[in-house]
């Protein structure tokens, strides 16, 4: 009884009962490991396998890797590796255009993995903290999601120009009611939402001993989903459509060389080109027929004296519009300020070009590629920093002869040619990866004043004959939010696939397969719905960017702060 008594009136303090950690993420092969599944989940999620469902739990096993990272510096170097192998295995067919330029690009896309990792491991937000509360738990969830968001959107654009894909989002082009946000957020709205699910299966798995604390993130995660859900669910059965014209979409399926020959002459090209639009049009007429990008040559008045091919298919085209009574968007070569040289002239002006005729032949209109590829069609720091424009000529696959001769002239970025035809329907024309651009192409409908949309459609001309695989896939997956983003259909016409159509709601149809000839037609259904994406742009992506650069700036403040402190200590 005395002991009983003395243990009562005097309690040993209570043992914390141990956490039970993910012991394989300490260790260097256990990080590799969960690096390689997020790849894996993420590689078959994305097209050409369309498992859109992994992409709700492939960013788990990073972000266990970095519960396990003791500082930023290694959850940068461990999330740039996971970045560097994400993008190699989706992104390998770079390496039929450039085997070095590959590499150095995916060391540089590896860099907004890193800084994300950074970020997160930086304000412990993937920590396994036994007295964190619930609140924090669904904050620590939220930003997350924010960084994810954000960085998405600095890659978008920056550097010299950005390159917006592979988003996490575009891996729910199959669930089209969970894009259908897209029309106020743009796709980072649905890179966000996906982002926020796998942090919060992650942080469930890591503070799996406080499920009270898991509570208010598990309820607002489930309230986000539903209501973008039933937000989906409204935009897809809403009727706000209607008939428009009728367009055929020609693929032609010529080979490109990564040194921009094809693999036929432009005769040849012409010839197939009004043989298989006749042949269709027996079958099945249209207001609008679309060749794809480059198809045809220098066909702009200024050329057409000095190349017999240009002057011949400027009057093969015209013959074509007038007989059948219709009008075409061809993509061709733009050349002007020829200059004389040994060789003969050669052009100073060279641009990427879209033509659009009528029945009455050449329109004045011409719409000039704005968004121009690094690397593909210039090659920057020529004047800015030479020594870098020597290296990446070293590192492209032309000789700097050749550079010069296939560097473009962007055009204005105010120049958002609206093509319009009879009876007043009217279309913009992205050229290339121009529609993977999405500030550019909201742009193109931006409403001026009180008016309704610039345009009523998207023509997408594009020659994807210097990638194999899963190039056309992806590409046409990121093209679908752009019809979703502003409410529009869409036509694509690509060389070697993927043509065909998308609707207003995202949904592809009458699609031709990559790596083939083919035609296809169908009916456009307009939608004069102006979305608030169309409108504000992306404010979304702003937020997140805003919120992630104030982290930054906050921890870099608090980092110097605890370094003045410990040397100050050392004194």
């Not at 428009?244 to 090209?269: C, F, H, W």
């Not at 159509?501 to 169908?522: H, M, N, P, Q």
Request: proline share 5%; with cysteine; charged share 15%.
């Amino acid at each position: 009884m005395g002991f009983r008594r003395a243990a009562l009136s005097n309690p040993e303090p209570a043992v914390a009962k141990p956490r039970r950690r993910l012991r394989f993420a300490q260790r260097w092969w256990g990080k590799l490991g969960l690096l390689l599944l997020t790849t894996a989940l993420l590689t078959f999620a994305f097209a050409p396998f369309d498992q859109f469902f992994l992409a709700w739990v492939a960013l788990v096993p990073w972000l266990i890797v970095l519960s396990a990272c003791r500082s930023p510096v290694t959850a940068f170097l461990w999330s740039w590796l996971g970045g560097v192998a994400f993008f190699i295995a989706n992104m390998w067919w770079l390496v039929y255009v450039t085997g070095p330029g590959m590499v150095a690009l995916m060391a540089v896309l590896g860099l907004y993995w890193g800084a994300a990792g950074a970020v997160i491991v930086g304000w412990r937000l993937a920590a396994d903290a036994p007295d964190r509360s619930g609140w924090a738990i669904l904050g620590a969830a939220t930003l997350i999601a924010v960084i994810w968001a954000a960085l998405e959107w600095l890659r978008g654009f920056w550097p010299l120009g950005g390159l917006a894909w592979l988003y996490l989002g575009h891996t729910q082009s199959p669930f089209t009611q969970i894009c259908q946000i897209s029309d106020v957020t743009g796709v980072y709205g649905v890179s966000f939402v996906i982002a926020l699910i796998n942090a919060a299966l992650a942080l469930a798995i890591l503070n799996r001993e406080s499920l009270r604390a898991l509570i208010p993130m598990g309820v607002t995660v489930l309230v986000v989903l539903g209501a973008i859900l039933g937000y989906g669910s409204f935009r897809l059965h809403q009727h706000t459509t209607h008939p428009g014209p009728t367009v055929m979409v020609v693929q032609a399926n010529y080979p490109q060389s990564n040194s921009g020959e094809k693999g036929a002459d432009l005769r040849e090209i012409l010839a197939f080109h009004l043989s298989e639009t006749r042949k269709a049009l027996v079958a099945h007429p249209a207001d609008l027929v679309v060749w794809s990008e480059t198809m045809m040559p220098s066909i702009n008045p200024q050329t057409r004296h000095l190349m017999s091919i240009a002057e011949e298919a400027d009057v093969k085209i015209t013959a074509l519009a007038q007989k059948y009574h219709l009008d075409l968007l061809v993509g061709g070569s733009y050349y002007d300020h020829w200059v004389p040289r040994k060789d003969g002239y050669f052009p100073l002006d060279r641009r990427n070009s879209a033509y659009f005729y009528t029945a009455n032949g050449q329109s004045s209109l011409r719409y000039d590629k704005i968004h121009l590829v690094p690397f593909g069609e210039y090659l920057p720091f020529k004047s800015g920093f030479p020594p870098l424009y020597r290296l990446f000529i070293a590192l492209s696959p032309y000789d700097e002869e050749k550079t010069e001769a296939s560097t473009l002239t962007p055009g204005s970025p105010d120049a958002l040619t609206v093509f319009e035809m009879k009876p007043g329907w009217r279309f913009v024309t992205p050229i290339c990866f121009e529609d993977i651009d999405a500030d550019l192409v909201r742009r193109m409908f931006e409403p001026q004043g009180s008016s309704g949309k610039r345009a009523d459609f998207i023509v997408n001309i594009t020659n994807d004959g210097w990638f194999k695989y899963n190039e056309m896939p992806q590409h046409l997956q990121a093209a679908v939010f752009r019809s979703i983003e502003n409410r529009v259909p869409t036509a694509r016409s690509v060389n070697t696939g993927i043509s065909g159509f998308i609707d207003s709601v995202g949904r592809t149809s009458d699609l031709v397969s990559a790596d083939r000839e083919g035609v296809s037609t169908r009916q456009l259904q307009l939608d004069d719905r102006v979305s608030v994406y169309t409108r504000i742009g992306d404010v979304f992506a702003y937020v997140c960017a805003g919120i992630t650069g104030l982290l930054v700036v906050m921890g870099l403040g608090r980092w110097w702060r605890e370094r003045r402190i410990r040397r100050r200590a050392a004194v």
